[in-house]
């Protein structure tokens, strides 16, 4: 059962989808998973290609091989979207291992799709821009301190913007992951970003999880910018 919800942020018009696996392996609740969202696709008059992001909850990091295994298959091989993957257990209503946030963008079909590379590749894109609009992966980057990993992602995000011609003020959501072990006080994390973007005209979620997905980062966060047609 996929869970579909409707957003907009200055007219850019985006759906969340929503599903927790059931019953089987982990890579069999992901092919599952893949699968319902690709038919709640269809129902809103698309396709799997029409996402622009998806974010993996895990229960834990050892089934994190198999999982990627399956994704690669099933998505990364065809229609590669921004993504990002943490391990928490607070996130799951029912007794599955995975869960998704896919979101699917069916604004500008007819535009560009540009899926960019981090140099050198990593596993996951920098981000994908289709038209007027950008979606990052989650940025996190390892550091002594907190505000050098979140320096270092900041960074990362400024150049994302530059490279499509956007500025902080397009920024139109802004989501922020700590690991909820390590203290972190959202502080200085969210002065950090006020000296870029002004977060009282941004739809800014802070989330606490168990784990990112390198065990050596624990700030990652996620960006969507849009630039409206004049």
């Given amino acids: 059962m996929i869970d579909v919800r409707q957003q907009k942020f200055r007219g850019l018009t985006t759906w969340e989808l929503i599903g927790e696996g059931q019953a089987g392996s982990p890579a ?19 396709s799997l290609s029409d996402l622009v992001f998806i974010r ?39 007794p599955g291992d995975i869960r998704m946030d896919a979101l699917y963008c069916p604004d500008s079909r007819s535009a560009v799709r540009k899926a960019v590379e981090f140099h050198p590749p990593r596993r996951y894109l920098h981000y994908l821009s289709r038209g007027n609009s950008l979606f ?15 320096q270092r992602s900041l960074a990362w995000l400024d150049d994302a913007l530059q ?12 989501k922020l992951f700590r690991e909820r072990e390590r203290d972190i006080d959202w502080g200085p994390i969210l002065s950090m970003l006020a000296t870029r973007n002004n977060l009282d005209a941004t739809s800014l979620t802070l989330f606490d999880v168990d784990g990112l997905a390198s065990p050596d980062k624990h700030l990652e966060i996620e960006l969507i910018a849009t630039r409206l047609d004049h």
């Fill in 56 to 94: 993996f909850w895990m229960r834990s990091r050892a089934i994190s091989d198999e999982v990627r295994a399956v994704r690669r298959k099933l998505i990364d091989d065809k229609e590669r979207t921004a993504s990002s993957s943490f391990f928490s257990t607070s996130i799951f209503q029912g």
């Fill in 163 to 174: 490279a499509e011609d956007l500025q902080w003020s397009d920024v139109c959501q802004l």
């Fill in 136 to 150: 990052t992966s989650g940025m996190a980057e390892a550091g002594v301190s907190i505000e050098e990993q979140c």
């Fill in 28 to 46: 069999e609740q992901t092919q599952q998973l893949l699968t319902d969202i690709d038919l709640a696709c269809e129902t809103l008059g698309g």
